[in-house]
């Protein structure tokens, strides 16, 4: 059964994320298709009344070694997680921008993905997930969320 040709999965950088994705272990459906396993890092404006450009946090220069991490992270997820049958294509990406979610929300509404799968923790403080709902508002993909 082919669910979706193009998932997007939120991916974090917590311990417990490998927990989180263990589901997807049991989600056939997913054998052929193109998964692309995406985190976004947070960037930090800093303004100066000093200069004329602001300070972004990573700078340019560390942004290669983050990136590298990364993706050496999201590797290892990919190949924890996926179903054993998995034939499809797997893309790892790691993006930057100072407002995850808007960068996430796009990347996967220009990809044209079919479906978005966010791991979510069960329990919560008083909020609820900001990103999950924010995701469910703003792409036009099929969501699942893991718990």
């Known amino acids: ?16 994320m490998p927990e ?6 049991e989600m056939e459906f997913l054998s052929q298709s193109e ?7 947070s960037t930090i ?3 100066t009344l000093f200069s004329d450009f602001p300070l972004i946090y990573p700078i340019e220069a560390d942004r290669k070694s983050i990136e590298e991490s990364v993706l050496a992270l999201l590797v290892k997820t990919s190949k924890e ?18 407002r995850p979610k808007d960068k996430f929300c796009d990347y996967a509404n220009e990809i044209h993905a079919d479906l978005i799968i966010v791991p979510t923790r069960q329990k919560r403080g008083i909020f609820e997930s900001s990103f999950a709902q924010y995701v469910s508002k ?10």
């Open 81 to 98: 997680v996926l179903p054993k049958s998995f034939e499809g294509k797997v893309i790892q990406r790691c993006l930057f921008d100072d």
């Open 20 to 25: 989180l994705m263990k589901p997807l272990r």
């Open 1 to 16: 059964m082919k669910f979706a040709k193009k998932v997007v999965i939120a991916v974090g950088l917590s311990n417990e």
């Open 45 to 47: 404006n800093y303004t």
């Open 35 to 41: 998964i692309h396993f995406v985190h976004v890092f």
């Open 138 to 147: 703003h792409t036009k993909a099929n969501i699942i969320f893991l718990k």
